[in-house]
């Protein structure tokens, strides 16, 4: 018995010192900032100012997450989708280094495209020209059929 009232003195003596130690860093505000956006970055997912606070696990006080978050909207940073009452924040996708590759991407989109059409023409041709040489084919064996039945009614004739 005596082991087991330790323990709870070990475990709400760790929690004091792992608050203390949280109270020891204060972040300035910028640094607040840059820490959301890096977090809504790396997660690349809706959020509301609640969830990124409680994933922060505390390191940036709630009134701040929702001001920060609502000033990276004000700077193009992040993008506010509203339902009713609640605030969903989400990076916004586009960059100026995003636009050259979203710029060569389509380059490569178009020439995989015309090189589609292309090859979508040359199997038209294809289909168009099989289904010829099948005809012929077909007309041929025919032939050779009729050839065959016209040989065995001669047969039986003589």
Request: proline share 2%; charged share 30%; no cysteine.
């Amino acid at each position: 018995a005596a082991k087991v009232a330790a323990q709870p003195k070990v475990v709400a003596k760790a929690k004091s010192e792992a608050k203390g130690a949280k109270d020891v860093k204060k972040l300035s505000k910028d640094e607040m900032e840059a820490k959301v956006l890096e977090y809504m970055r790396q997660q690349n997912r809706p959020y509301n100012s609640q969830n990124v606070f409680d994933n922060l696990h505390g390191a940036v006080p709630k009134a701040s997450v929702q001001a920060i978050m609502e000033s990276l909207v004000a700077e193009g940073k992040l993008l506010l989708k509203e339902y009713g009452k609640i605030k969903v924040f989400l990076v916004s996708q586009t960059s100026v280094a995003g636009s050259e590759d979203a710029s060569n991407l389509q380059q490569q989109v178009d020439e995989v495209s015309k090189k589609r059409k292309e090859l979508h023409g040359s199997l038209d041709i294809l289909r168009k020209e099989m289904s010829q040489v099948a005809a012929k084919h077909s007309a041929a064996k025919e032939a050779k059929e009729s050839q065959a039945e016209a040989a065995r009614l001669e047969e039986q004739a003589e």
